[in-house]
């Protein structure tokens, strides 16, 4: 039996994708950037950067590759086709 909802996940996938691979370059660009020009910063100030740049990074690249893959694009409900998927109307009738 059909639950009366359509479900399309067009284009999602592309999404992810692009989610993914922008976490990844935050994942391993700023680290670099940070190695690379960061020669006068204080040492303490490299390594807490670095680690809040993972921190950051990170969830970003999972949100979006699990959002790109789950959440549709479109989602329709479809009419009821039989009287029995359609709603009863409740008794208005009132008992003394």
Do not use: N, W
């Not at 935050?26 to 809040?52: D, R």
């Amino acid at each position: 039996m059909q639950s009366g909802k359509q479900v399309e996940f067009r284009g999602t996938k592309v999404i992810a994708a692009i989610g993914v691979l922008c976490g990844a370059a935050m994942f391993l660009g700023l680290p670099a950037i940070v190695l690379i020009y960061g020669a006068h910063l204080h040492t303490a100030v490299q390594v807490i950067t670095i680690i809040l740049a993972i921190i950051v990074a990170g969830p970003i690249v999972l949100v979006a590759a699990f959002f790109g893959i789950v959440i549709p694009t479109k989602a329709t409900k479809q009419q009821p086709t039989s009287d029995e998927d359609e709603p009863r109307p409740a008794d208005s009738q009132v008992s003394d």
